[in-house]
């Protein structure tokens, strides 16, 4: 008997230290400055695509969403120390990023491109952009390609907190152009008002080295349940068609890729 409980305590334990346990939300870390996948309303609360898909998955894991708002490049720092469960920011699935964190398959995919004044060209190796001033979010894909390979043409690689910083400094003239995901700069900064003036200047950039496989869930290193449950989630938000619904919320295509 006394075994026997000794092993029910221990699985009482067990659940109440799962992210999954009924009266223990799932804490979500999350960039609020990167519209229209997650920004602030005019309430204080945060929304977006990324906010709709985490909701629609703890929905589907019969779990408490709490979103934990932070800089973009403390979010995986965050992570290591359990001030958060999981990432979910958009944050691409890279090499690079899987030496410290696991991540889900991909819910969404969206290449690089360069935004600069209309009218604007550029070489295929950027020579042209010597002494130009390239304004990146700091510690994504873009800051590492252009920190690589656009500094070695003499870019002058411009490191901001969040991508709306860098919109304002492209605004005032600070900054001659941005190095950012398409489809959120295009949402975000070419579609508003802000945006009038500015293009996409080159190519998209899509090489896995650089750019990765699509934005992921980032989870600790070994958190093979979350990672399960979370992967079955996107499976499940997508067979319903609820994946498709919320995207139709903000995008007029199929955000999700092949």
Partial sequence: MKKIAWLGAIAL??????????????????????????????????????VDIGNALCAEMKVQCQWVEQEFDGLIPSLKVKKVDAI?????????????????????????????????????????????????QRATTTDRFASSVMAAQGVQVVRYSSQNEIYLDLISGRLDGTLADAIPVEEGFLKTPNGKGFAFVGPSFTDPAYFGE?????????DSELLGKLNAAIAAIRASGEYQQIQQRYFSFDIYGD
């Fill in 214 to 222: 699509g934005a992921g869930i980032a989870v600790r290193k070994g």
């Fill in 88 to 136: 979910l920011s958009s944050m691409t699935i890279t090499d690079e990023r899987r030496k410290s964190v696991d991540f889900t398959g991909k819910y969404y995919y969206s290449p690089a491109r360069l935004v600069m004044k209309e009218g604007s060209t550029v070489d295929a190796d950027f020579a042209n952009l010597k002494g130009k001033r390239i304004g990146v």
């Fill in 13 to 50: 334990s067990l659940i109440a230290s799962s992210p999954f346990a009924a009266d223990k939300p799932l804490r979500l870390g999350i960039e609020a400055a990167y519209p229209p996948f997650a920004y602030k309303e005019a309430n204080g609360e945060i929304a977006g695509f990324d």
